[in-house]
């Protein structure tokens, strides 16, 4: 029905609708959407069953939280792109068998971003990782069926995007 731009900046974008839903007919007069880059979420899994993690302060949650290493897609990138080079930058690997597991939306009531995810192996160690000058990351390995059956429930792993990556590519590599 109705649209306004309130902030644009190369993070986000938030606007305001003014919509109407399908199923009821009922007009929301202020419904905030944000518009976000699409993203990719990388399970890289060494040939000795290690996952490897990035942990790394966040903001918003005002935590150091462990999470799989994922990035934004870079204008024209498609996502096996973004997974191949975000892997690189943040882990220092590259991946010789890159399996996509599936698309996920962030937060679809509010967030119009899609994860795409990955599944990374025959991992090789090409070079130091290259993270921009604000993030401070440490890499830590996992063994990989542990942190699927313990880290998600004792909360190691709490970012939504990473478990349900972790789970997808669990269930691949199980022939589910």
């Known amino acids: 029905m109705r649209s306004k731009k309130i902030i644009q900046n190369e993070w986000l974008s938030l606007r305001v609708d003014t919509c109407k839903i399908p199923e009821t007919g009922a007009v929301l007069e202020e419904f905030y959407v944000v518009e976000r880059k699409d993203s990719v979420y990388i399970v890289p899994i060494t040939n000795n069953n290690q996952v490897i993690l990035v942990k790394q302060y966040r903001h918003a949650s005002a935590q ?3 999470e799989l290493p994922a990035g934004y ?19 220092g690997y590259v991946s010789n068998r890159i399996e996509p597991l599936g698309v996920v939306y962030t937060s679809p009531a509010v967030l119009t971003n899609k994860a ?10 090409k ?20 942190m699927v059956l313990y880290g998600i429930d004792d909360h190691v792993l709490v970012d939504s995007n990473s478990v349900s990556a972790l789970l997808l590519a669990y269930l691949k590599l199980r022939g589910k």
């Open 127 to 146: 070079n130091k990782p290259d993270w921009d000058p604000s993030e401070r990351i440490e890499l830590a390995s996992f063994d990989f069926d542990e």
């Open 73 to 91: 897609l870079n204008k024209g990138e498609i996502p096996q792109q973004a997974a191949e080079r975000e892997l690189l930058e943040e882990t």
């Open 116 to 125: 795409y995810l990955f599944l990374c192996r025959d991992l090789e160690r």
């Open 64 to 66: 150091t939280l462990y």
